[in-house]
């Protein structure tokens, strides 16, 4: 155990014993911007011992606001690529790989099973809802996040709890609305504060602290206030009733 570690072990709720659970852990997370720099940045300083980030976008002049682990420099190369270099550089001591090409199908299923858990920071609903469809049928945890504009979105399915809601449950249809922030703005460093609690919730996670996963967290930074907002199962999901899982 390193002593980089120290103010994790001196947690009643982490310890030595958590510690080595998050060092054994894998996270995989979908989408390398705003929301997956934060993330994976808390991640990799915390020692979570795998994780895969898969972005097959590359770095834009218009992405370096918010997506801190990007410089100048790195204009027009793969953002996982970019990112997996500076998270190794944060903690030597974990496992960092890199998706370039786009996930989906058997390549995203088969990226899910290697994974513990899946963070999902992408930016538009066609992923989110095959990311979700996915981890149902693989029964892994999902933690869901979301900003655009002041405000953000968090939310943590759990296919290993009974009868907890998926993201269908939540979102029937795709809100454009929520999409693409290229078009809407948003204020950087709100996506960084999702993503952080992102990472917060994968800890929980692997050292065993329960969440509760029936409810959307929405953040609004104008008034600096978090709404929860109850979800519930709902008996049309397509994804639960095709699991099973009802
Ligand atoms: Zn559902």
Redesign the pocket.
């Known amino acids: 155990m390193l002593s980089r570690d120290a103010r994790h072990i001196a947690l009643q709720q982490v310890g030595a014993n958590g510690q080595q659970k998050i060092a054994a852990g894998t996270a995989l997370l979908i989408g390398a911007g705003g929301i997956g720099c934060a993330a994976a940045t808390y991640l990799a300083s915390s020692g979570v011992g795998r994780l895969i980030i898969s972005d097959f976008d590359t770095v834009d002049e218009t992405n370096l606001g918010r997506q801190v682990l990007y410089t100048p420099e790195d204009v027009g190369k793969l953002k996982a690529e970019i990112a997996a270099q500076r998270l190794r550089t944060l903690h030597p001591g974990i496992e960092v790989t890199s998706i370039t090409q786009r996930l989906e199908g058997d390549t995203l299923s088969t990226a899910i099973l290697a994974a513990d858990i899946v963070l999902d920071g992408c930016d538009n609903f066609a992923t989110r809802f095959q990311v979700?469809d996915a981890c149902?049928r693989a029964g892994r945890r999902l933690i869901s996040g979301s900003a655009i504009r002041l405000e953000g979105q968090l939310a943590v399915f759990g296919p290993d709890y009974e009868n907890s809601?998926?993201?269908?449950?939540?979102y029937v249809e795709a809100d454009e609305s929520l999409d693409n922030c290229a078009g809407n703005g948003v204020l950087a460093p709100v996506p960084g504060v999702i993503g952080t609690l992102m990472a917060v919730e994968a800890l929980k996670f692997f050292v065993g602290i329960d969440t509760d996963t029936s409810v959307l967290r929405l953040y609004d930074a104008a008034t600096t206030e978090f709404r929860s907002v109850r979800i519930r199962?709902?008996e049309a999901?397509?994804?639960?009733?095709a699991?099973g899982?009802r």
């Open positions: 979700n149902v809601p998926c993201y269908r449950c939540l199962k709902r999901c397509p994804t639960c009733a699991s899982a």
